[in-house]
């Protein structure tokens, strides 16, 4: 094993944690990556799995990859979660969707 596979190997994960402040701004730790979004639909890939954030005016407030902070603004409706076995149908979707 070398160095950087050890690194990979004792990497804690991180945490996952989601707020929501009035519906108008949601925090959410543990982002790995964004992979889509536009004014109606966020597409995030958690630790915990894909995200869907649903809603009105959605604008990325923030985003800290080093930390895997990303806060969004705008009128929130909705939030889902993709199942495991729907990940990849999910991912492949949206990135045809967004190209």
């Known amino acids: ?16 944690v989601v707020k929501i402040n009035n519906r108008k701004e949601l925090e959410i730790t543990g982002v790995k990556e964004v992979d889509s979004f536009d004014n109606e639909e966020f597409l995030l890939e958690t630790v915990l799995g894909y995200l869907i954030v649903r809603g ?14 990303v806060t969004i603004k705008g009128k929130i409706y909705e939030l889902s979660y993709v199942d495991e076995h729907q990940q990849e149908k999910a ?9």
């Open 1 to 16: 094993m070398n160095y950087y596979e050890k690194d990979s190997v004792t990497r804690v994960q991180q945490e996952h």
């Open 56 to 69: 009105q005016n959605l604008q990325l407030k923030n985003l800290d990859v080093g930390e895997g902070l």
């Open 91 to 99: 991912k492949g979707f949206f990135s045809k969707l967004f190209k």
